[in-house]
Structure formats: structure tokens, C-alpha cells
């Protein structure tokens, strides 16, 4: 068991161009979550998954935000047209989301800058 | 809507010492759960302990406990004989909890940094 990875780790990118990040869980989670955070701030939620399918978006996550989950394995995160505003860490969280000891594991994140 | 809420930004302790970390949460759900995850510097959030509401009886894990008082909303973690390597950003969460088991989401408080001194 690796762990939750996130790639990059670290993207700096300019006002209006699209990044995308992504997110492996572990092996067998069924579940895989999306959080930002802000400098000085906890997480805020923004989506996720039980497998493929995406099962609630939060109201932070605009029309330029997608989330993807193809085959229920690793996560893809869009943004595009950044705008200073989206400069946060982005985390990623799985689980195994079969009993009442749901307990979210969390990868070390992507630190985005926009420029 | 639930909130967490973290009213100490900043804790410092000396090693060996005992320190208590606070934390209310709002919420008209009867079924949840509650969390501490720590954030070290530079480093990936992990899971500290946590606490199934319908649970009377407070988690332990090692040198980390919790005070669960449900009716006032409060859910606070104690820190036993401190060490150098607990220094770290604390972020109190709550998850609410469905039929199935769990409902998803977790709701963080703001955190508090905790510094442990030698």
C-alpha cells in the first residue's frame, strides 16, 4: 500500500491558461475526494467519487472546475482559464467506503500558483 | 448546514507537557462522525483519531484522546507527554452519517498550529 500520490506536486501556470492535476488512491478505494485550501484555511470540499461516478460537486466548484474518474481507478482535475483566486493547495482524499469506519487517507497535494 | 468551529489559531507547549486543542461544530444531525487530523509542515494531512457520535465512550489512540461532549457540541483533543514531532497544523472535521455508513464530505475548522517546544 503507496499511499494517496498527487502530480505535481507544485504547478505554476499563468492567469487564463488550463492545468490539469492528477490523483492515484489506494489501490481498492471506491472512494476518491477532491478539497482545496487556502493559506491559513482547513480543506473545503469540492467533489467526489464512489467509483465512476461523480456523486456531489460543492457550490466552490465553478463551471470551469471537472473532475473525472474513468474507470474508478485514478482522478483527473481540471481548471481552466485560471484566475489568481484559484492559487491553493488541491488535495486529494480516497476511502473504502464499506462500512461505518469510513476513514479518508490524504495525499501530500498540488500546490498551484497562478501567476 | 453544519460548521466547525476552531477557536485557538495558535498553541504552544513544552515538551512532555499536556496541551488540549478545542473544537465545536454546529449541526441538527443525530448521527455523525468527528475527526482530528494533523498537518505537519510541508507535509500530508493524516488521520489523529476519531469518534462515531452514537459512541458515549471517548477514542484513545496512544497518547491522543478526545473529550466528546455531544450535547454541547464539543469535541476537543488532549495531547498527553508532547513530543517535538506533534508540532503541526490540528484541523477538527465532522461527517455526517447516512443509513449506509457514511455521507461523504468532511467539514474542517480552520486549525489550530500547535508548537511544541523544547
Known amino acids: 500500500d503507496t499511499g494517496v500520490s498527487q502530480d505535481p506536486r507544485h504547478k505554476i501556470t499563468k492567469r487564463g491558461q488550463n492545468v490539469t492535476f492528477r490523483c492515484d488512491p489506494i489501490?481498492?478505494?471506491?472512494?476518491l475526494y477532491w478539497y482545496r485550501q487556502t493559506l491559513g484555511q482547513g480543506p473545503e470540499f469540492l467533489t467526489y467519487?464512489?467509483?465512476?461516478?461523480?456523486?456531489?460537486k460543492s457550490r466552490l466548484l465553478s463551471d470551469r472546475f471537472s473532475a473525472e474518474r474513468p474507470k474508478g481507478s485514478f482522478s483527473t482535475l481540471e481548471i481552466q482559464r485560471t484566475e489568481q483566486g484559484d492559487s491553493a493547495m488541491y488535495l486529494c482524499?480516497?476511502?473504502?467506503?464499506?462500512?461505518?469506519?469510513?476513514?479518508?487517507?490524504f495525499g501530500p497535494g498540488t500546490r498551484l500558483l497562478v501567476l | 448546514a453544519q460548521t466547525v468551529t476552531q477557536s485557538q489559531p495558535e498553541m504552544s507547549v513544552q515538551e512532555a507537557e499536556t496541551v488540549t486543542l478545542s473544537c465545536t461544530y454546529d449541526?441538527?444531525?443525530?448521527?455523525?462522525?468527528l475527526f482530528w487530523y494533523k498537518q505537519p509542515p510541508s507535509r500530508q494531512m493524516i488521520l489523529v483519531i476519531r469518534?462515531?457520535?452514537?459512541?458515549?465512550q471517548n477514542a484513545t489512540e496512544n497518547r491522543f484522546s478526545v473529550n466528546f461532549q455531544k450535547a454541547a457540541k464539543s469535541f476537543s483533543l488532549k495531547i498527553s507527554d508532547s513530543q517535538l514531532g506533534d508540532t503541526a497544523m490540528y484541523f477538527c472535521?465532522?461527517?455526517?452519517?447516512?443509513?449506509?455508513?457514511?455521507?461523504?464530505?468532511?467539514?474542517f475548522g480552520k486549525g489550530t498550529k500547535l508548537s511544541v517546544k523544547p
Open positions: 482524499a480516497s476511502s473504502l467506503a464499506v462500512s461505518r469506519r469510513e476513514t479518508q487517507y
Open positions: 489501490s481498492e478505494h471506491n472512494r
Open positions: 467519487f464512489q467509483n465512476e461516478a461523480q456523486l456531489e
Open positions: 449541526t441538527s444531525e443525530n448521527n455523525y462522525y
Open positions: 469518534q462515531e457520535a452514537y459512541k458515549q
Open positions: 472535521a465532522f461527517m455526517k452519517q447516512n443509513y449506509g455508513g457514511s455521507q461523504g464530505n468532511l467539514i
